[in-house]
């Protein structure tokens, strides 16, 4: 029987999933920049996305961070929880990297004070514009209190992606999250959705600031598919390992 397609973005088709409150996340291959102005294929990177962001959603919920995801279904599936977007993106910042560079007239790679969040509009149309807490409210886009749990969650995973990368000789630049409204028994509840990976995070070599994320494609850095199977051989989740087999992060010597 043919699922019904009920969304398809520029890195995930979304279908429906097999019982209620479910829905099938299927991650694609193709690789999109500059707003969708850049677009081209990363071969492999649907199944890589797929473990990389399985594997730290999973960790994530182990220290109580609520997630939409329930389970991998196969190399390039996930079933997860169906939930309302919430029409904002949450960057968290560590180092000076991409837009704040241009922005800011920061160096890249230069160590920020602190760890800075930021929020951005999901309209693709308008290019996702940053956004302050005052047009998140005002515009209804989401409440004080929803904005409160969104700010808090980030900064723990901040804190425990942070970590976890460093034990892998991996430096956690930045990373963009999307949260989502869980309606169970009528009540509501803020649950991290979307994807964390290398299309989603800025991920740099500890040793060498090589970048091993999606700035490979985008500036054409060359090396792109190598660069997402280092994230995944380092957390331990390359699909070589075996389909049940997910390993846990092997510590760099």
């Not at 514009?129 to 515009?139: D, K, N």
């Not at 309606?183 to 803020?190: L, N, P, Y």
Request: net charge negative; aromatic share 8%.
């Amino acid at each position: 029987m043919r699922r019904r397609q009920i969304y398809e973005g520029k890195a995930k088709i979304i279908y429906e999933g097999p019982e209620p409150g479910t829905v099938v996340q299927y991650f694609k291959d193709d690789a999109t920049a500059f707003n969708n102005q850049k677009k081209g294929t990363i071969t492999g990177k649907g199944v890589l996305n797929n473990r990389i962001s399985e594997y730290l959603m999973t960790r994530l919920e182990s220290i109580g961070i609520p997630t939409h995801f329930v389970r991998r279904l196969n190399m390039r599936e996930q079933l997860v929880r169906e939930v309302e977007i919430v029409p904002i993106e949450v960057v968290v910042r560590n180092i000076a990297a991409g837009t704040l560079v241009k922005r800011l007239g920061l160096e890249e790679g230069a160590r920020l004070p602190r760890s800075i969040v930021e929020y951005y509009y999901k309209n693709d149309e308008l290019g996702d514009p940053l956004v302050s807490e005052e047009h998140i409210t005002a515009f209804g886009w989401a409440n004080t209190q929803d904005l409160d749990e969104m700010l808090q969650y980030a900064l723990r995973i901040n804190d425990f992606l942070c970590g976890l990368f460093l034990g892998v000789g991996l430096k956690l630049v930045d990373f963009k999250l999307e949260f989502g409204r869980l309606w169970e028994d009528e009540e509501m509840r803020i649950v991290l959705a979307d994807e964390i990976s290398p299309d989603s995070c800025r991920i740099w070599d500890v040793a060498t600031d090589k970048k091993l994320d999606k700035d490979r494609f985008r500036r054409d850095l060359g090396e792109v598919e190598e660069a997402y199977q280092e994230v995944a051989r380092r957390l331990g989740v390359l699909p070589e390992a075996g389909p049940i087999d997910i390993k846990g992060p092997r510590l760099m010597q």
